[in-house]
């Protein structure tokens, strides 16, 4: 059974309500509450992801430039009104944990191609579905993010975007909701 987070702000707890869970639910969550049902959140077979599955930013989590343009990103992510849509999915014929895919964006379409596989979390240590942007068609600031997904609720992903350095830097955390 995967832990849920109790909306009014608690703890992570085990519940029914888990399977509830939207991404509107997650968007009313902070940084420090997005971590630990990410925490208790489980790896997944990437099949469940196949398709174009809609994405939203949730919130960001700190050093992100200058004070005005954290605050405006943070009120488009909130609202649901940032540009990326999602991301497309696919998975290897022959490794169910293997595959690829492409960030949909308002106005701009498929662009930043990423390499999908289990990996250790930057955030735990334990297996969650690992976003590797490190491709050579992909910009220099866009090969060094660093996406992870676990499953929190059914059909409904959690993951944290980080500088891929060192010591990897959450950036935001954002969801992918297949339902």
């Known amino acids: 059974m995967q832990a849920s987070v109790d909306l009014q702000g608690t ?9 509830q869970l939207t991404a ?38 700190g050093g992100l430039g200058k004070p005005t343009a954290r605050r405006m990103l943070a009120r488009l992510a909130k609202a649901g009104l940032f540009p990326w849509r999602g991301k497309s999915f696919s998975t290897h014929s ?23 596989f289990v990996e250790a979390s930057a955030i735990d240590g334990k297996p969650c579905i690992r976003l590797d942007y490190d491709k050579p068609e992909n910009p220099f600031f866009i090969r060094v993010i660093r996406d992870e997904l676990r499953e929190v609720a059914k059909d409904l992903y959690l993951g944290p975007a980080m500088f891929d350095g060192k010591r990897p830097e959450l950036v935001l955390w954002f969801a992918i909701d297949c339902r």
């Open 11 to 19: 703890a992570p707890a085990r519940s029914k309500a888990r399977t």
């Open 24 to 61: 509107d639910d997650l968007a009313r969550l902070g940084v420090d509450e997005l971590r630990a049902l990410y925490e208790a959140g489980e790896l997944f077979d990437l099949k469940c992801l196949e398709g174009a599955p809609r994405g939203r930013m949730l919130t960001l989590a």
């Open 94 to 116: 022959d490794d169910a944990q293997r595959g690829g895919g492409v960030n949909r964006l308002l106005l701009l379409g498929d662009r930043f191609p990423f390499d999908t």
